[in-house]
């Protein structure tokens, strides 16, 4: 089954790494953005979605940390796929999600951030690691 892959199967990405985890991935891949190989499957990347798989970059100098492959036509039942139907609507401009659901952007400052969702920043922000300088 080298090289290959069909709808419903397993992705190579999850065989390669059979664990999706918030730790150090012995066998990370190469980012489709920076180019270094510190890819692994994201911690929320669930197995039973085949057709869809959920990453993280581990680089600390590359700035797309989170990302999705997201199948858009496999042959079977992608084009069915509630995202993929989505995206198809957003991608034509049939659904425009600002206006659906315009964005809460209520803090411009870092003030007005920690008023408005303190607790949340806090708690992101004790997590952060040590920055350099
Ligand atoms: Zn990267």
């Avoid at 199967?9 to 150090?24: C, K, N, S, V």
């Avoid at 911690?43 to 085949?50: G, I, L, T, W």
């Amino acid at each position: 089954m080298r090289d290959e892959w069909e709808a419903g199967a397993t992705p190579w990405l999850r065989r390669h790494q059979q664990e999706a985890t918030y730790g150090t991935q012995p066998d990370p891949v190469q980012c489709m953005f920076c180019g270094s190989q510190t890819v692994k499957r994201s911690a929320s990347d669930r197995d039973e979605d085949r057709g869809r798989i959920e990453l993280y970059c581990d680089n600390g100098l590359c700035d797309a940390r989170e990302m999705v492959l997201l199948v858009k036509r496999d042959g079977d039942e992608a084009g069915f796929r509630a995202d993929v139907r989505a995206l198809h609507l957003v991608d034509d401009g049939t659904l425009d999600v600002h206006a659906a659901f315009p964005p809460e952007a209520r803090s411009y400052t870092l003030d007005e951030l920690l008023a408005d969702h303190g607790k949340e920043v806090e708690r992101r922000m004790r997590k952060a690691p040590p920055t350099r300088g």
